[in-house]
Nanobody, 124 residues
């Protein structure tokens, strides 16, 4: 059974930092591209960042480029999202997801497995 478990969320002041982790089990982690998405109240789930199987290639939403960094450790079956210079508009539930295809994709419906999410709240 595939499980993706996010952790590291919480409340932080604007300008602060958080590091999210997503631990995967039940799948061959190195065979999946991994993505981070977020969903704010009343809004659709949106793409944040993705990383290729080997970690060589990354892709970011314009809204987080230069502030967030996605990385992975295939030996630990874990993907990370380092979030710096956080803004109030970054407040959302953050989800990690796994995609078995070759290309990095940014549409939520194209991902195969999802975690339960972790809340990030940025206060002013």
């Amino acid at each position: 059974q595939v499980q993706l478990v996010e952790s590291g969320g919480g409340m932080v002041q604007a300008g602060g930092s958080l590091r999210l982790s997503c631990a995967a089990s039940g799948l061959t982690f190195g065979s999946y591209n991994m993505g981070w998405f977020r969903q704010a109240p009343g809004k659709v789930r949106e793409f944040v960042a993705a990383i290729s199987r080997s970690g060589t290639n990354t892709y970011y939403a314009d809204s987080v480029k230069g502030r967030f960094t996605i990385s992975r450790d295939n030996a630990k079956n874990t993907v990370y999202l380092q979030m710096n210079s956080l803004k109030r508009e970054d407040t959302a539930v953050y989800y990690c997801a796994a995609d078995r295809t070759l290309l990095i994709r940014i549409t939520p419906g194209q991902y195969d497995y999802w975690g339960q999410g972790t809340q990030v709240t940025v206060s002013s």
